[in-house]
Nanobody, 115 residues
Framework: QVLLVESGGGLVQAGGSLRLSCVAS????????MGWYRQAPGKQRERVARITSGGNTGYADSVKGRFTISRDNAKNTVYLQMNSLKPEDTAVYYCNADAVGFDYWGQGTQVTVSS
């Protein structure tokens, strides 16, 4: 069992920045990848960013150039730096751990971007 705890969400004006953190209850180095997903009201959950155990990253087209995912294996933590936020970024953001055949999820943190 792995516990993922997100933090760092909140209310921010358009153009502002937030940094989300996800702390895992055990080492993240063994996971195939860590990722951030988001779900807006009435929409499906979508992947925002992903970082593999080797450090390779990938982003949704809608956030490329604005969001940066990173990991600190020593702290069992994954971050999502979000810059130039837009109202359409408003959603609940979830941390994900890909354990090769099984996914772990955090409880989510709300991000609200006002226009």
């Amino acid at each position: 069992q792995v516990l993922l705890v997100e933090s760092g969400g909140g209310l921010v004006q358009a153009g502002g920045s937030l940094r989300l953190s996800c702390v895992a209850s055990r080492t993240i180095f063994r996971f195939n990848a860590m990722g951030w997903y988001r779900q807006a009201p009435g929409k499906q959950r979508e992947r925002v960013a992903r970082i593999t155990s080797g450090g390779n990253t990938g982003y949704a087209d809608s956030v490329k150039g604005r969001f940066t995912i990173s990991r600190d294996n020593a702290k069992n933590t994954v971050y999502l730096q979000m810059n130039s936020l837009k109202p359409e970024d408003t959603a609940v953001y979830y941390c994900n751990a890909d354990a090769v055949g099984f996914d772990y999820w955090g409880q989510g943190t709300q991000v609200t971007v006002s226009s």
